[in-house]
């Protein structure tokens, strides 16, 4: 199973080593940056899990790399890791588009534990019981059904799997291994062939601008 990809953001070296020594000892892949500039330009260029943010960082804010990040339509799910406490802070946190926010000190245990938790579940940022493709397409969260005006679209295990993990990761480039890993079964030989054969079959029912190939990279949902 391919490892849960981190970005951790903190300009605190000693603090960064730790963090990235435990999780990458808990099984994480993570890739540590020290300011807010790095740090936007990594999540652009990468498609990660979870994003752990400190807020005070050189160049640009967490609080503003986060709020821009979700501009851009970008769910990744973030935590907050912060010396910042009073109740303000707190709720700027949120209204930026955090998923956790937790206090400095803190136990790495705790930390670990929150990521879990929020690694559960399947999408981010969605309000709606349903996530609207366009004015015709809809795509039912609760129940993993497509609907075209209204009609539910049959789809095979494999396109369900596929169409579902764009949707958690909409104008994000996926690679060929995520999507392998995320479709296929570990006891399966995921096909280069098979895979064009579903972004086909999806293209024909969302149209075939949603679904960009980016050359020797992967595939990336455009959702504007």
């Not at 291994?177 to 062939?193: C, G, K, L, M, Q």
């Amino acid at each position: 199973m391919q490892k849960k990809k981190v970005l951790l953001l903190e300009d605190d070296i000693t603090l960064n080593e730790t963090v990235s020594e435990y999780l990458q000892e808990q099984g994480y892949e993570v890739v540590s940056v020290e300011d807010g500039e790095s740090a936007l330009d990594t999540i652009y260029e990468n498609t990660f899990d979870i994003l752990l943010l400190d807020v005070k960082v050189p160049n640009m804010n967490g609080f503003d790399l986060l709020k821009e990040v979700r501009v851009r339509q970008i769910t990744t799910p973030a935590i907050f890791i912060t010396s910042l406490d009073s109740i303000d802070d707190l709720s700027q946190g949120y209204e930026s588009g955090c998923d956790d926010y937790i206090r400095k000190p803190f136990a790495l245990k705790e930390l670990s534990m929150r990521m879990q938790t929020i690694l559960k579940r399947d999408f981010f940022h969605t309000s709606n019981d349903k996530i609207e493709i366009n004015s015709h397409i809809a795509y039912d969260v609760e129940g993993n059904v497509l609907y075209v005006d209204g009609e539910e679209i049959a789809l095979n295990k494999k396109e369900s799997k596929l169409l579902k993990l764009f949707l958690q990761n909409q104008n994000q480039i996926l690679s060929h291994e995520r999507i392998y890993d995320t479709v296929w079964d570990y006891d399966e030989n995921a096909s280069e062939a098979s895979l064009r054969t579903y972004i086909k079959n999806l293209r024909k029912i969302l149209g075939k601008d949603k679904i960009v190939s980016i050359k020797k990279q992967g595939y990336k949902f455009i959702q504007e």
